[in-house]
């Protein structure tokens, strides 16, 4: 019995200290390139979407921790047989070694932003791994025979107390260095905080219009409660002085702009809502905030875009592809590069120094964050990520409402109770919220002013709540006089549809 055991135990922590080397390498490189994170990352891409969606309805922003915390799982049962059947045949330790090793390089090779480079920290790390194992089994050794054998001598082949003392030096720099690739992260970290910090925005040549006065507290959505969902498993750190922005492709005039040119062209203020198509009815993933960005359709005059051109591919330093239709960058809507949220320059996971926003599209149609280029193109000759993974091309916003308080199944008290939410149909805007009470007649609701077609609506109604349980149904209806659809539809391919409902127990 001790011998699998500690087959496995010298498995695992020889795998631990790879590993832990090979993210401290990654960190002070290029943290894209570490093991976890590039295996992680293949995942996510190989995932069929409907787990992807599942794990995004289900853990939130949780979603990258779980599947970090799921691939060093992987990595440690792997690692633990390789420990296990290493005892018996040394061979067995070169084949795990070699193959844990290759997937991760594969895995970092296989991304958008791949650097030939990348595939040293996985390739080291296993190295270190296969040969701390090696050595981890052959310290546990052979006890000494005694003899003749009293009752107390060790398992014949296994000194217990030298293989001990040897995992337990392993483990130990298998802490150092993963302490040490933390400490490297946060200094990383810390110098991406300061360089935004050191930003200064120009005043808008056009500011915004301001939130009107009739609105309700929280409008406007803050930076660290505005909703968080893409691929990326490490937070691009991205210095604005050595970042650029390349225009080209079906362009009569190629382009490249620093973030300095950015901000010497005159900038727009906008407050516009952007929503998630993964959001679920009555889902969290919308905010409302204040933008700052260079208009995108003057760019796009000056590079000259080419007849047929219909599609933008932006692109990430993470390697994300976003796709969008030329039109709603030229039909009159804010597109905008953007460089500011909510005044000031934006938070490094929404994208700093540089994102993309297109009113009335579905961020996976129209805000590419931490942009780096914009590629004219057709949609004919490209699919971007996600279109590439069955979801539809243009991604235009469906109207939408969400009831907010009071929450499911709370237990409000018998009489006025103040129902409240939000509704939304940017490009459209909103013309009228209603209220069902268990299933009967709809009833309008109040709605509370707002800035543009482009922001959601806040709306509220007065129920006279009556003792007992009780179902609270919401719609919208458009500007067009569209109404909000009631058939139900998962987020997949386009938007989820459907009427936002939820029960409460009345006191």
Wanted: charged share 20%; net charge positive.
């Amino acid at each position: 019995m001790l011998r699998p055991l500690s087959g496995a135990l010298a498995g695992i922590v020889a795998a631990g200290f790879g590993v832990a080397v090979a993210e401290l390498l990654a960190a002070a490189t290029r943290p894209e390139a570490g093991p976890l994170v590039a295996v992680g990352a293949a995942v996510i891409d190989a995932t069929p979407t409907p787990i992807k969606e599942f794990a995004v309805r289900e853990l939130g922003t949780n979603d990258k921790p779980a599947l970090l915390t799921g691939v060093a799982v992987v990595l440690a049962l792997l690692a633990a047989a390789t420990g296990i059947f290493g005892r018996r045949h040394r061979l067995v330790l070169i084949a795990g070694a070699a193959v844990l090793g290759l997937a991760g390089a594969a895995a970092a090779l296989s991304r958008p932003a791949a650097h030939p480079f990348d595939v040293v920290p996985s390739l080291l790390g296993a190295t270190i791994a296969g040969l701390t194992l090696w050595w981890l089994l052959n310290r546990s050794g052979r006890a000494r025979p005694v003899t003749p054998a009293p009752a107390t001598q060790p398992v014949e082949g296994f000194d217990r107390r030298r293989f001990l003392a040897a995992a337990a030096l392993v483990a130990a720099g298998a802490v150092v260095a993963e302490g040490g690739a933390t400490g490297v992260k946060r200094v990383r970290g810390g110098a991406a905080a300061r360089s935004r910090a050191d930003v200064r925005l120009p005043a808008a040549a056009d500011p915004a219009k301001p939130v009107p006065a009739g609105a309700g507290p929280g409008f406007l959505t803050g930076n660290a409660d505005f909703y968080r969902v893409d691929t990326a498993l490490t937070v691009p750190r991205i210095d604005p002085d050595s970042w650029s922005l390349r225009i080209h492709g079906m362009v009569g005039n190629e382009m490249r702009l620093s973030f300095e040119d950015l901000l010497r062209r005159p900038l727009m203020e906008r407050v516009i809502s952007l929503n998630c198509v993964s959001n679920e009815v009555g889902g969290p993933y919308i905010g409302t905030a204040k933008w700052l960005g260079v208009p995108l359709a003057p760019l796009l005059k000056e590079v000259g875009v080419q007849s047929g051109a219909d599609q933008i591919v932006a692109r990430s330093a993470e390697g994300m592809t976003i796709g969008t239709p030329v039109a709603t960058a030229l039909d009159g809507r804010d597109t905008m590069l953007v460089v500011g949220m909510n005044g000031e320059p934006l938070p490094l996971e929404h994208g700093f120094p540089v994102r993309m926003l297109t009113p009335g599209l579905y961020g996976y149609a129209g805000a590419c964050k931490w942009l780096t280029e914009l590629e004219l193109t057709t949609f004919a000759k490209f699919d971007a990520y996600w279109v590439e993974r069955g979801w539809s091309a243009d991604g235009p916003v469906k109207t939408a409402s969400r009831i907010d308080k009071p929450r499911p199944f709370a237990r409000p008290a018998a009489g006025p109770v103040t129902v409240a939410g939000v509704a939304w149909a940017q490009r459209r805007g909103i013309k009228t919220v209603e209220i069902s009470v268990d299933g009967g007649d709809w009833k309008p609701a109040e709605l509370l002013p707002a800035p543009s077609i482009d922001t959601w609506v806040q709306w509220r109604f007065t129920w006279p709540a009556t003792a007992g349980p009780h179902s609270l149904s919401v719609r919208a209806t458009d500007r067009t006089g569209a109404p909000q659809t009631a058939a139900r539809a998962t987020p997949f391919p386009n938007g989820a549809t459907g009427l936002h409902t939820i029960t409460v127990t009345v006191a």
